[in-house]
């Protein structure tokens, strides 16, 4: 009889290990599973699985929703999504609980004490409808439909509230891309086209990344991150940081290079104008697809030494030489920008400058290379409204013509002087009060102010700094409870999806497709007002059927219905669980399609289309494309074809056509107690809505304010003491945290904390109230062990704009920091509407028809001054 | 859910039920409780509700019980009360930095969590969903769960008219299992919470019934459950929480 012992078991065991391993295994364990599906660990029930996409932040990743007994219980990337490929984020995966969240409106709100005061009465969407629409019918009975404002944060609706707007009449749509990343759209638009590029990150050998974080934030933050770490693994690429402080991606970088704040721009030249002196610059390319000759670039570039950049920016002369001779001599090579070089008065010089460097090495457009975006779009629904006939000057001021992505910031200094009159005022997702410059001390002012905004609707889920202060709230719903249509360029694959419900609306919130629907059919009950028959959705799925019925290739896979059960299209592949990326049938990885301005034009196309001297193919009254050495090319989407190195639209406005670098002066003479305020984004916070996000707030909640150790030695500050931060608007009290991660002239502050409308987490009520919210089971509540909120620094920064692009200058608030001076509490925050007045004025200067503008530009003195041009409308959207 | 709005009164008046096998009509007499109490609670109260309220002889009989409205509740005119109260019950009970009564959210910390849904099978194994009243309401409400055992009782009382004594052992049974389960754990907690929460004296003195009668009610079911919910910690008044922040100026 077989008869085991210990030793001869042991034995055995180490004898037969290779046929162990050999035999065929049946048993898989499910958590090693790649992604799409998920068992319940306790009932061992296998959760419904629906695709959708992330909304927490404006990546828009493709997601699963796992969901058991009508719950939602997790979040994971949708492995099906060509960008994604089956991860999310941090942010990502906590998403749920934006539907769970106790403060959630889930009933139509009305005010009932005075503005902000914090007295409501519930009210029914029929009531809620006839207060609203008796308030837009006054405004359209007597008065002007630009009267009626809508100003939105983040607008994924694909229409929605364009159609809304232009239904009215109103072209007084106001969005929040000059707190974003205007001056870096308007950077580049005007040059090549689109307003992002797509970096192969993993297929690039070089990296130059100027102020981008894109390992916490930035576009586009999860796939990029993904790709940047494949480069490094896959292809040993380099990658080098300018940034003012070590973030994760400075911190993951071959080299981290402090620069000054603002001077990325002028780094970007003088690596330029070494690139050029030793004739690195790929001539051919410049030549044939740009508007400039290489003679004319290098001329151009000859006053941008690195000796005048090192004393502007700090980094070594040494330093930009090596860097510029890497950069243009290994190939492929790229740079990434983000909000660093472009949130400051002149961004749109320094998002230019940048990308002169893979435009003059050539690197467009090639693998591993710095690429133009892949999008994809989709349909309005018809009928659709006209556009409104009288422009609005809120949404295109005339002091700003070139700024096609608006200057929203600077809105409520312009009702308040009496630019535009506003009688309705809509918000969607959007809690300026909180995100925007000079926050409550600026849009609280305003809003609180009932003469200047008498009647104010709040389009949200959930209360927040300018929630409270509205007059009626919206039940809006969080993501997983909507159906909106969505594309991004975020990786070399364009992509359509969709965000479905994946429960239904809580209580009573509605999505805004269908509440807005109900509100336009209330104010044109019969039609006879030429309103409704733009309004004829079946419901919320309709509208988005109407959306995709017609896209070729998606019409025939199914349309709507393919969406539904895929979350994306097209598939382009299944997700490799060896690679973690999308392989062909084959088993290899996807290839990218490269060179799309090299693309060539059909002979249909051609048909009747003239080609002149400098091989321009004219067709209709439009360049069509480019010919070169005998080819018809596409070229790239601007105007004539080419790259815009010199942007004549900008020499109109007596801005440097070519291009440049220009410092505030109120940087010139900082004197030595004084620094450079900058803010600066974790990767588990979005800007305002994530700070009472359970497990978001447990792993972020408070933001010490960075100091460098040499400047906080100086100023006799350590770690944890209180320290108040002055600016000419106001000031804040918070706790210093020194590290040699920044720049010694630099403070930074992140943001997202320091809320006082938003969330009891984020809030802190939870603790401040000892229980009362209950939550008795609820292991992540009941153990919320901090006691810190943060500080919130954005009322301390004054709203100022730069003049081309009208981004607010984020970066260029000149501060003193002190030890906290008697009297100080940790969270005072003290700021002064007269002030932040003042220096709006200061940099309105800046504009095209301010004083300022030409002592900024002595180089374009034969300028014919403002009264040469007129206010025309520019892209953008 | 009409039925909250048309409470005879009288039943107020009764002395509270022995702590022994019930008779038909303490049934009836309880289900009774479970509905004016629901009323408060489910949504703001509606004026039929109010005036059968107000009226001397069921104040008369709520003092007896040692429930004492102030002039708050007592001297505005109908539709004064009505307003007030549907403006404190939204800041109380239905907008951000309140505590809605729900039984996901005061144990679980957000709305639709576990108790909805088990609540909502409960209701669908005796044959009942929850539809909506001027408002949507969620499975697991307050007023909903008292509603639900009134509606037992309700049936109790059926099967004792008819001499059903397995169909009465079994719906006590559920009673029983519904208490222990959902009210029981959080109700006495989150009543002690609104007690002192509470602005205007008509939910100061609803909520006092409220943890007055769950009491009573375990004690009459022979339960020992214990309250998770934390309301009964001691907390400040929610003075101030309405105050705007002011920056600046
Ligand atoms: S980056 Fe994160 S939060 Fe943003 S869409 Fe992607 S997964 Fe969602």
New interface residues.
């Given amino acids: 009889m077989l008869k085991l012992t210990r030793r001869t078991f042991l034995k055995a065991s180490a004898g037969t290990t290779a046929a162990a391993v050999a035999a065929p295994s049946m048993l898989r364990a499910m958590e090693a599973d790649l992604g799409g599906r998920d068992i319940d660990p306790v009932s061992l029930i296998e959760r419904k699985s629906i695709p959708t996409n992330c909304h927490v932040c404006n990546i828009q990743d493709g997601a699963l929703a796992f969901v058991e007994?009508?719950?939602v219980v997790k979040l994971e990337g949708n492995p099906e999504h060509v960008s994604t490929r089956g991860r999310l984020c941090a942010k990502g995966n906590a998403g749920m609980?934006y539907?769970?969240?106790?403060?959630?409106?889930?009933?139509p709100?009305k005010r009932?004490?005075k503005?902000?005061?914090?007295?409501?009465?519930?009210i029914?969407w029929d009531e809620a409808y006839n207060e609203i629409a008796a308030r837009l019918d006054d405004v359209l009975t007597n008065g002007h439909p630009n009267e009626i404002m809508l100003k939105w944060g983040r607008n994924r609706t694909g229409g929605v509230l364009e159609r809304f707007m232009h239904t009215l009449g109103s072209a007084t749509i106001l969005n929040h891309t000059s707190v974003c990343e205007s001056s870096k759209k308007i950077g580049m638009e005007p040059t090549w086209g689109p307003d992002i590029e797509m970096p192969d990150f993993a297929n690039t050998k070089y990296v130059l990344n100027f102020g981008s974080n894109v390992l916490e934030a930035a576009y586009f933050h999860n796939p990029f991150s993904q790709r940047v770490t494949e480069g490094r693994v896959d292809s040993n690429m380099k990658i080098v940081t300018f940034d003012v402080r070590l973030s994760n991606t400075a911190g993951f970088s071959d080299e981290w290079i402090p620069v000054y704040p603002g001077t990325d721009g002028a780094v970007a030249l003088a690596l330029g104008h070494v690139i050029l002196r030793e004739n690195l610059q790929d001539s051919d390319f410049i030549e044939n697809w740009t508007n400039v000759s290489v003679q004319e670039l290098k001329d151009h570039y000859k006053q941008f030494t690195p000796e005048w950049a090192a004393k502007l920016s700090g980094v070594p002369v040494e330093t930009i030489e090596r860097i510029a001779r890497e950069f243009a001599t290994t190939k492929p090579a790229t740079t990434y920008t983000y909000r660093g070089p472009a949130k400051h008065m002149y961004g749109s010089y320094n998002e230019k400058a940048c990308m002169m460097l893979p435009i003059m090495t050539g690197n467009i457009e090639k693998r591993g290379g710095y690429c133009l975006p892949r999008g994809m779009g989709y349909d309005q629904p018809q009928p659709q409204p006209p556009k409104p006939a009288t422009p609005s000057y809120l949404a295109h001021p005339d002091e700003y013509p070139l700024a096609g992505h608006k200057v929203s910031h600077l809105v409520p200094f312009w009702i308040t002087e009496g630019k535009q009159k506003i009688k309705v005022y809509f918000s969607y997702q959007d809690n300026p009060v909180y995100t925007n410059p000079g926050?409550?001390?600026v849009w609280?002012?305003l809003f609180?102010n009932e003469e200047l905004i008498p009647f104010y609707v709040c389009l949200s889920p959930?209360?927040g700094?300018e929630a409270?202060?509205a007059d009626i709230i919206l039940p809006d719903v969080p993501y997983l409870e909507r159906w909106e249509p969505e594309s991004m360029p975020s990786s070399l694959w364009p992509w359509l999806a969709i965000r479905q419900p994946v429960?239904k609306p809580?209580?009573?919130g509605k999505e805004t497709r269908v509440y807005l629907q109900e509100l336009i059919h209330k104010l044109d009950p019969d039609g006879s007002r030429g309103m409704k028959k733009f309004w004829g959705f079946k419901s919320a799925e309709d509208y988005l059927r109407k959306q995709f019925e017609n896209i070729p290739g998606l019409k025939e896979a199914g349309g709507l219905d393919f969406l539904k059960k895929h979350g994306v299209w097209p598939i382009y592949g299944k997700l490799n669980p060896r690679t973690g990326k999308i392989s062909d049938k084959s088993g290899r990885e996807i290839a990218a399609e490269y060179g799309l301005y090299r693309k060539e034009l059909s002979a249909a196309d051609m048909a009747g289309a003239m080609v002149d001297g400098k091989g321009a193919i004219h067709k209709n009254g439009k360049v069509i494309g480019v010919q070169r050495k005998g080819r018809n090319y596409v070229g790239f989407p601007t105007h004539d074809r080419l790259i815009n190195v010199r942007v004549d639209q900008w020499a109109e406005y007596g801005f440097n056509p070519m291009p440049t670098f220009k410092r505030m002066p109120w940087h010139e003479n900082m004197k030595d107690d004084e620094m450079i305020l900058t803010t600066f984004k974790l990767n588990v916070h979005k800007q305002s809505r994530t700070a009472a996000v359970?497990w978001l707030a447990e792993i972020s909640h408070a933001n010490p304010a960075w100091l460098g150790t040499e400047t906080a030695a100086k100023l006799g500050i350590k770690t944890g003491d209180l320290i108040r931060i002055e600016s000419g608007?106001?000031h804040i009290v918070t706790k210093a945290l020194v590290t040699e991660g920044i720049h010694p002239k630099v403070i930074a502050v992140s943001t997202a904390h320091g809320h006082?409308?938003y969330?009891?987490l984020a809030q802190l009520?939870l603790k401040?109230?000892?229980?009362?919210?209950?939550?008795?089971?609820?292991p992540?509540?009941k153990n919320v062990w901090w006691d810190d909120k943060g500080v919130h620094p954005n009322?301390i920064i004054p709203a100022v704009a730069d003049p081309i692009g009208g981004s607010q200058g984020w970066y260029d608030t000149v501060v003193k920091v002190s030890k906290a001076q008697p009297g100080d509490k940790y969270g005072d925050?003290?700021?002064?509407?007269n002030k932040h007045v003042q220096w709006y004025k200061e940099g309105m200067r800046y504009t095209y028809v301010g004083d300022m503008h030409r002592k900024m530009h002595p180089e374009m003195a034969s300028w014919a001054g403002p009264d040469s041009v007129k206010h025309k409308a520019t892209g953008g959207h | 859910m009409s039925d909250l709005f048309t409470i005879p009164l009288e039943i107020v008046r009764q002395e509270a039920v022995a702590p022994a096998a019930c008779t038909a009509e303490e049934y009836a007499a309880r289900a009774h409780y479970y509905r004016l109490l629901a009323g408060a609670f489910i949504e703001e109260p509606g004026r039929d509700y109010l005036a059968a309220l107000r009226t001397p002889e069921s104040l008369e009989a709520l003092a007896e019980l040692g429930v004492t409205f102030d002039n708050d509740f007592i001297d505005p005119t109908p539709d004064e009360l009505q307003e007030t109260l549907a403006c404190e019950y939204t800041v109380l009970f239905a907008s951000s930095g309140g505590f809605p009564p729900v039984e996901s959210v005061r144990l679980k910390g957000g709305f639709q969590q576990d108790p909805c849904f088990a609540a909502r099978e409960f209701y669908a194994k005796e044959g009942f969903s929850v539809g909506a009243g001027r408002f949507q309401v969620f499975d697991d409400q307050l007023g909903v769960e008292l509603q639900f055992i009134a509606a037992l009782m309700d049936r109790i009382v059926i099967a004792m008219q008819r001499g059903d004594n397995q169909e009465q052992r079994r719906l006590e049974k559920s009673v029983k299992r519904f208490w222990a389960q959902h009210l029981g754990r959080w109700v006495r907690g989150y009543a002690a919470l609104v007690e002192r929460a509470a602005s205007h004296s008509f939910y100061r003195e609803t909520a006092m019934l409220l943890d007055a009668f769950a009491a009573f009610e375990l004690e009459l079911l022979g339960l020992d459950v214990t309250d998770e919910d934390q309301g009964r910690m001691e907390l400040p008044p929610l003075a101030g929480a309405d105050e705007p922040m002011r920056c600046g100026a």
Wanted: negative net charge.
């Fill in positions: 007994n009508g719950r609980w539907s769970y969240d106790p403060d959630r409106i889930l009933y709100l009932v004490g503005r902000g005061e914090g007295k409501w009465k519930r029914s926050a409550d001390a609280g002012e609180r959930f209360m700094e409270q202060l429960i809580l209580g009573e359970k608007v106001g006082w409308g969330g009891r009520k401040e109230a000892a229980g009362q919210y209950g939550a008795a089971d609820d992540d509540l009322h925050m003290v700021a002064d509407w």
